[in-house]
């Protein structure tokens, strides 16, 4: 069974450009949540997708934003970005079950220059 | 408000020995899961062990065990017979309201020596 797949791995963006990371959950998976990690923050709650509709919201600017399809793929989106996007964004899919495991993907490293 | 807390920015333990991570939370919730990640420097999160708030047993999958004690609000994490590639990163984490938005701690980095 194929796990959590994300793409790009790694990317180099300079200030002010946007960024589109993809994450394919795993087959049968609905739940997509995605999370930022920084050395200085840790790992922060982003969103999460159920069904196509964002179910779930961290404390993020309105520059991070995310959508899924109808496959359950998603996608999230940093528009103008700053030096402090920098960071590990790691994706996670579930099942959706109460008592579900989230099992992540490597994530997607990206540095903003 | 939720909040998970791991004191041990760095832990070290000798090969084959057994190792506690400790772990903390704070929840409102009566409904909550717990969760053990490990993270080696490849960045994946690898799942470990689940506990449940209703759940009387403690956890155990394979060498990992979870001791859950409610009333103190703790659940940490022992890793018996420690193997050299248990190094790594690990966060505990909690689910609550909602189980696919978990709340980190800020982790604690395994050495373990040979």
């Known amino acids: 069974k194929a796990g959590v797949t994300q793409t790009p791995r790694y990317l180099i963006k300079t200030r002010g450009q946007q960024v589109t990371l993809s994450c394919s959950p795993i087959s049968g998976h609905r739940s997509v949540s995605w999370y930022q990690q920084t050395p200085g923050q840790g790992l922060q709650f982003l969103f999460e997708y159920f069904s196509e509709t964002q179910r779930n919201k961290g404390n993020f600017p309105g520059r991070f934003s995310g959508r899924q399809f109808s496959n359950s793929r998603s996608e999230m989106n940093v528009s103008t970005l700053e030096l402090g996007d920098s960071a590990l964004y790691l994706c996670?899919?579930?099942?959706?079950?109460?008592?579900?495991?989230?099992?992540f993907g490597e994530g997607s490293r990206l540095t903003v220059l | 408000a939720q909040k998970i807390t791991q004191t041990q920015p760095g832990m070290f333990v000798q090969e084959k020995e057994a190792v506690t991570l400790d772990c903390t939370y704070d929840?409102?919730?009566?409904?909550?899961?717990l969760f053990w990640y490990k993270q080696p420097s490849s960045g994946e999160m690898i799942f470990l062990i689940y506990q449940g708030s209703y759940d009387q047993q403690n956890a155990t999958e394979g060498r990992y065990s979870l001791n859950f004690q409610k009333a103190r609000k703790s659940a940490n994490l022992v890793i018996s017979a420690s193997q050299l590639g248990d190094s790594a990163m690990y966060f505990c984490?909690?689910?609550?309201?909602?189980?696919?938005?978990?709340?980190f701690g800020a982790g604690t980095r395994l050495a373990v020596h040979p």
């Open positions: 929840t409102s919730d009566p409904s909550y899961g």
């Open positions: 984490a909690m689910g609550a309201g909602g189980y696919n938005k978990l709340i």
């Open positions: 996670a899919s579930c099942c959706g079950s109460a008592t579900g495991e989230l099992f």
